[in-house]
């Protein structure tokens, strides 16, 4: 079953922060952020394990709680380059596949 | 990181008519790739698990018959859509995914049918 993202989209200014969530319905042993650019392939952002520490990179950094099923990424003083669409995408224990999940599309004006 | 290369990355043809999109690791040996279809403005939806030497594993809903899949060596997996219809028209695009690291994408296609 697909994760669900949330919120849907959001809009910020630049600078401005935001948190995008993630859901899934079953045990996991990894989560993955990307971001998707219209028509490119998705983009790595990072991944975290089940069991390992808060992720960083630059301003943007994730967390991943194993006991609720759940990952959160969070966009610190947001630049223009980080608009569009952020998918986290879930590695169930047992499973060695990737699911996406459902996209939070991310719009930073000036 | 690792290479993953797709071919082509955009192809339009006739309703009825087969496509071919290769994947190809170029880096490293891939024993699994991945295929997923968007469609726009949606998630990447995992259609099969491309296994070499081995058949395809297809996730629910998705047509073994008319998505055909075939992993000849440890470097190239390839996806063709047969008798191809307009519902058919999406943006397909291959990975491999590394343990506990990133998956690594193609460059996708851009399937029209007419």
């Known amino acids: 079953q697909q994760p669900v993202q949330s919120p849907q989209a959001v809009i910020l200014r630049e600078g401005e922060d935001a948190v995008i969530n993630c859901s899934s319905s079953k045990a996991l042993y990894s989560v993955h952020w990307y971001r998707q650019k219209h028509g490119e392939a998705p983009v790595f952002l990072m991944i975290?394990?089940?069991?390992?520490e808060q992720m960083r990179h630059e301003k943007i950094s994730a967390s991943f709680n194993e006991k609720k099923q759940q990952s959160s990424l969070y966009l610190t003083a947001s630049q223009l380059s980080y608009s569009g669409t952020y998918f986290c995408?879930?590695?169930?224990?047992?499973?060695?596949?990737?699911?996406f999940g459902t996209g939070t599309r991310l719009l930073v004006s000036p | 990181g690792a290479v993953v290369s797709q071919h082509p990355s955009r192809v339009i043809c006739k309703s009825g008519t087969s496509v071919k999109i290769e994947c190809r690791s170029l880096d490293f040996q891939a024993t699994t790739m991945f295929w997923y279809r968007q469609f726009p403005k949606q998630s990447l939806m995992l259609m099969a698990t491309?296994?070499?030497?081995?058949?395809?594993?297809?996730e629910q809903g998705v047509e073994k018959d008319k998505f055909l899949i075939n992993h000849a060596s440890l470097t190239l997996s390839t996806l063709t859509v047969t008798s191809a219809h307009p519902e058919d028209s999406s943006f397909y695009i291959c990975s491999a995914l590394v343990v506990d690291t990133e998956a690594f994408f193609g460059q996708g296609t851009r399937l029209t049918v007419v």
């Open positions: 491309s296994n070499e030497g081995s058949k395809a594993t297809y």
């Open positions: 995408g879930t590695e169930n224990t047992g499973f060695q596949k990737l699911v």
């Open positions: 975290l394990l089940k069991g390992g």
